[in-house]
């Protein structure tokens, strides 16, 4: 073969090559349930704060898994895990008691249920009575779940004094290997802890000694969720922060410049 033809092959292969079809890649299903319509405008706009795609991927939570999520309230990942879940994973959302005998934990137990009922992406969600001040801890079956996540709980399980018997709960209810995600407004190491965290701010420490004390391992930690501008020392708590601002209109300026908490990301695994 001459160069001259060698050349002209070439040529021609070429050609052919970059007339074929490029084949698509495939969607990254967590961005698709990140960016899913039915999502609340509100929700949605507390993405930059919450961060929920990178605290997920953080997480690991793969889409074939079994997930519980601690006390969802309103449903704000709910929203995003249910889609994620919802062909071949499982999604169980321990959720408050309706049959509690707190007027609050009703009124959230069917504002949760009204929400799960409203669209069919929620169709396959599972919701199971959630109590631990009243020993309701059953959140799966023992050594089922793959992934238990919780955001911004544990200082009111600490003002209940159930933190310890929930940590004690995931891990019952995880599989050997299996990750706990735990996402909580993290007070500075220097200053003085409340042990009914209050505040709703608590030590990475604290959160570290319930789960070991369970019988998990700290994994890994992420600053995802870090705000350095947080003091953590707010008239009311962290509440005083948007999106609440429990102060009202006072330094209600500041507190916005501030933004959301700072927040700890915590990943622990079941040996």
Request: glycine share 8%; hydrophobic share 40%.
């Amino acid at each position: 073969m001459t160069i001259k033809t060698w050349l002209a092959l070439a040529a021609a292969t070429l050609a052919a090559t970059a007339s074929l079809p490029t084949l698509a890649q495939p969607a990254d299903p967590l961005k698709a349930a990140v960016a899913a319509e039915h999502r609340s405008v509100g929700n949605v706009a507390r993405d930059p704060w919450r961060h929920p795609y990178e605290t997920l991927s953080f997480f690991g939570v793969k889409p074939t898994d079994t997930v519980v999520e601690l006390v969802p309230g309103g449903g704000w990942y709910t929203e995003i895990l249910a889609p994620y879940l919802r062909e071949q994973g499982q999604l169980i959302a321990a959720a408050e008691d309706p049959a509690s005998p707190s007027a609050y934990a009703q009124r959230s137990a069917a504002r949760f249920k009204a929400k799960m009922d409203s669209l069919a992406v929620y169709g396959k969600v599972q919701i199971t009575p959630f109590d631990p001040a009243r020993g309701k801890l059953d959140l799966a079956p023992a050594g089922t779940a793959d992934v238990v996540l919780t955001f911004r709980n544990v200082h009111n399980w600490m003002n209940s004094g159930s933190a310890q018997a929930v940590f004690d709960a995931a891990y019952k209810a995880l599989k050997a290997g299996g990750t706990l995600g735990v996402v909580e407004h993290r007070l500075p190491a220097s200053r003085a802890e409340d042990a009914k965290g209050s505040s709703g701010y608590v030590h990475e420490a604290t959160v570290i000694r319930f789960a070991e004390a369970a019988g998990f391992k700290l994994a890994a930690r992420s600053e995802v969720n870090a705000n350095p501008k947080d003091t953590a020392d707010h008239e009311g708590g962290v509440w005083a922060l948007p999106p609440t601002y429990g102060n009202k209109d006072k330094d209600r300026a500041r507190y916005a410049a501030i933004g959301e908490s700072d927040r700890m990301t915590l990943k622990f695994v079941k040996p």
